[in-house]
């Protein structure tokens, strides 16, 4: 009998181990963060066209949709390489029209400045199209 409830109490406590981590982890899976984005770009473009496209459209603002067609998903998919090193850009545009971009990252504590960029007149078509 205490072999018995030994065990029983053992089982329970990994369950409730189990339901604790399950939850703590579907809670990050869901929440909206960069990282996760960027997770799931790269999935939506290991996958089948007709389903990535689903999940990449669903990255996408939907005033931007008709801008990214299946035929733009197809040519990004084929440049993928499938794996590649993430950095951090902020684009800072002044009120005298002046562009920085600031390359970043996630530090123990808080987040660092690795690098500020005056972006050239020539490039700034690069960050706002005039459509």
């Known amino acids: 009998m205490k072999k018995k409830n030994y065990l029983l109490s053992i089982l329970l406590v990994l369950s409730i181990g189990y339901i604790v ?3 703590y982890e579907i809670k990050n899976i869901n929440e909206h963060n960069m990282d ?11 996958q089948e066209d007709d389903i990535g496209y689903k999940n990449f459209l669903n990255l996408i603002t939907e005033s931007n949709h008709s801008k990214y067609t299946k035929d ?3 040519q990004l998919k084929s440049k993928w390489s499938g794996s590649g090193l993430q950095e951090n ?3 800072l545009k002044q009120s005298n029209g002046e562009y920085l971009l600031i390359r970043y990252f996630k530090g123990e504590k808080d987040y660092k400045i690795e690098d500020v960029i005056w972006v050239p007149e020539k490039d700034k078509d690069l960050f706002y199209k005039k459509y």
């Open 72 to 74: 733009y998903y197809r």
């Open 21 to 23: 981590y399950m939850k």
């Open 36 to 46: 996760n984005t960027l997770s799931n770009l790269k999935f939506s473009l290991s």
């Open 89 to 91: 850009y902020i684009l």
